[in-house]
């Protein structure tokens, strides 16, 4: 299984980016997704979490800026990002999990640099 992460870049703060994962699993409605990030000196962090059933959570410093979604049918999740900080700045990663099959799977992460 691979999944694919792209969007990152360098954006101004304030700004917004949108990062999108595609996995190349047979039905990815079957797993529920997570975007984590880590800054240097931070610990890994779950930013927003996406179930089966489409219902999302997020930790708190990204409520109301950061928006998870998800389209089955292309195999994708996306991170929308808006009123970005420079303390947003971080390798994103997603990750697709069916814990009941013991299935557990990473992107390579992606880079977002918040700065002006």
């Known amino acids: 299984v691979q999944l694919v992460e792209s969007g990152g870049g360098l954006v101004q703060p304030g700004g917004s980016r949108r990062l999108s994962c595609t996995a190349s699993?047979?039905?990815?409605?079957?797993?529920?997704v997570g975007w984590y990030r880590q800054a240097p000196g931070k610990q890994h962090e779950l930013v927003a979490a996406i179930t089966t059933l489409s219902t999302t959570t997020y930790t708190d410093s990204v409520k109301g800026r950061f928006t998870i979604s998800r389209d089955n049918a292309k195999n994708t999740v996306y991170l929308q990002m808006n009123s970005l900080k420079p303390e947003d700045t971080a390798i994103y990663s997603c990750?697709?999990?069916?814990?009941?099959?013991?299935?557990?799977?990473w992107g390579q992460g992606t880079q977002v640099t918040v700065s002006s």
């Open positions: 990750n697709l999990r069916r814990a009941a099959f013991s299935e557990d799977y």
């Open positions: 699993v047979s039905i990815f409605g079957l797993y529920n």
